[in-house]
């Protein structure tokens, strides 16, 4: 029987396993198949409080890494796939084993979205990807084009400015909703071309089933054409990773879990935190604070139930 359990190790999860471990509640956190979250897949970090020349998203996330380790988080790959709340304790199934534990907290962020096109799976890690920091040094001297309009695709094409040939940014509509100094930054590097209006329809492979080009639909004029390009980063948003509590906790129609006072789900001794229920703000500092509240909330549960 675990006191704190602890599902993922983004921003808000790490979080709450500082602030438990903390507590002397020793938490154990289950990091799942790809630790660190998003941030480990950024690049800087230019808004996070507390570092004015920004720091490194995988270095952020390190950090707080050996912050919770060093309170005393204990830490596991399981990836968790079932979650049961029927009885008095909660029980999750992570890698085929049942855990039961007194408080959990869910904190297992959101997974990057792609188009659902034929072939998608297959060319994942083959000319398709949703993290320029990856794999966005594989590509020098070769055209690249991003999809998307927001903060991260604009964060991604200037950083893939530093290698491909030319970047296009493959937008649906004619404005970005990026942070103004973004688009800033986007419009200002010549590298970056803009395709406005524009959705991809089809990826081309060439004959070792690796991206060619793409085939482009202008939704204005329902215009096609092939543009040639050698990978495609994927910036359409995240899907929350909220699959395991499915008809067992409360969720809006695209799955976002709803909490109540901030990071409460409807079961007593279960708290949620950070992108998975966060559909409107989904910064690191906020899933940090929710991660903070979470662990804060848990404890204060656990002594309840001891009293
Ligand atoms: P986002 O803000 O939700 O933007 C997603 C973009 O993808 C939008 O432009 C959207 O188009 C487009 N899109 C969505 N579904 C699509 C589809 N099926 N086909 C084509 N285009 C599609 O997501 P994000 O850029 O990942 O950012 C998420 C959050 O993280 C935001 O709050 C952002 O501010 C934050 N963030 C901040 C930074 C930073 O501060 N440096 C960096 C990265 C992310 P529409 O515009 O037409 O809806």
Redesign the pocket.
Known sequence: MEKVIIVGSGCAGLTAAIYAARANLSPLVLEGRQPGG?LST?TL???YPGFPDGIDGPELILNMHRQAEKFGARFSYAEVTDFDASNKHVRIEADDEWLETQALIIASGAS??Y??LENEQKLIGHGLTSCATCDGAFYKNVPVCV?????????ESLFLTRFASKVYL????D?????AI?QERVFANKKIEPIWNT??TEYILDEKGEMRAVRLRNVKTNEERELVVACVFM????DPNSRPYRGKLDMDGEGYLITKNLVESKHPGVFVAGDVADR????AVTAAGSGCAAAIDAEKYLRELEH
């Open positions: 998003q950024t970090v230019e808004n990057a979205r188009l659902g999809v998307g309009g927001g903060d991260s695709a604009a964060e493959i937008h649906r509509r404005k970005m909703r990026a942070s973004m959705v991809v910036a359409i948003g995240h409107v703000y989904k910064q």
